[in-house]
């Protein structure tokens, strides 16, 4: 998004981590060069915005130093509350007259001042038979996308594309899946926001992010146990690894039901919304996908078949360079950061 190749990396700041993906592009195709996390203080992030700057550089600086990281270009991305997805239907145009009449779309969405708010847009495929054709418009405030990318240039690095997690999610659907037929929903449950991307055909037809992810576990674990955050993470973390107690075991219950409960309300607003055929299918992913039991949880709740997305499913490694274990370890939770490895200067989101 915001225009912006390879030397680039995906550098994914979320709310618990600060992921880094690089990949290499050869003529066998890709191949992972550097991989890595760093883990953020609780507070540093919340809601997405940047609350504890120092404690977010400190983070971004150990990981590039932990990976020994060269190259300066970066692509970052952003998400939450504060961004506005929107698919409009427009007469057909050439791209000036489009670009002209973007800003007065906008002005009917969203309050703030239009020299106030980063945008782009895409036109998707297809045009229908009264001769309109639809775009995909995507707007933040600058002041959010201006602190990420003042946290980026303070290490050193340079941030050419500033992307959304849910187009990252499905440019690294697009490079690792060929199978876009019919559609499905790619769902990334991460820390404090969980993205939901529906594809038709490998097009995006229906984008949101849902406030909620694996802090609310830490929440509600930290005020029924009377625990901090440190000691509600190390109980998730162990989820499924040995026995827990019955109190724990109803909070990850709850944790599963109310969080599979709140992505099937958004799949039936959109099947309801949409003149569409119902989602069958979800990809799921995200650092907090990997409790126990909550794939077969969606799966119970939605009636869509879920699968567990691999972001390397198509991206070769060498194993003296990266332990299997590891990467089958931390796959779930670098959606966004391939997605975002594998764009290039100038592509739209």
Known sequence: MFFGKREIAGLDIGSSAIKLVEIRETRQGYQLKNV???????????????????????????????????????????????????????????????????????????????EDINYDFQVLPGEDSEGTMEVLIAAAK???????????????????????????????YEANYSETNGILA???????????????????????????????????????LGIGFDESEVLKLSLGTKEVTAELNRIANDFRESICGEIKRTLDFFSSTFSKPKVDKIMLGGGSSKVPNLGTELENITRCKVEPVNPFR????????????????IAPKMGVAVGLALRKIGDKF
Request: proline share 4%.
């Open 314 to 329: 198509n991206i070769m490694y060498s194993v003296s360079d990266f332990d299997p274990e590891y990467i089958k370890d």
């Open 36 to 114: 890595g996390e760093s883990l953020l203080q609780p507070d540093a992030i919340v809601d997405k915005v940047i609350r504890d700057q120092d404690a977010v550089i400190d983070a971004l600086s150990l990981l590039i130093d932990n990976l020994r990281f060269k190259t300066r270009n970066v692509v970052i991305s952003i998400s939450g509350n504060s961004v506005i997805i929107k698919k409009v239907s427009l007469p057909v145009m050439n791209d000036d007259e489009l670009r002209e009449a973007i800003p007065w779309e906008l002005k009917q969405f969203i309050p703030q001042n239009i």
């Open 186 to 224: 790619l769902v990334n449950i991460g820390a404090a926001i969980t993205n939901i991307n529906i594809l038709e055909n490998g097009i995006s037809i229906f984008a949101r992010d849902l406030a909620m992810g694996g802090n609310q576990f830490n929440e509600w674990a930290q005020k029924e």
């Open 142 to 172: 600058k002041d959010l996308t201006n602190g990420y990318i003042q946290i980026v240039n303070e290490v050193g690095l340079n941030p050419v594309v500033v992307d959304i997690d849910l187009f990252a999610l499905e440019n690294m």
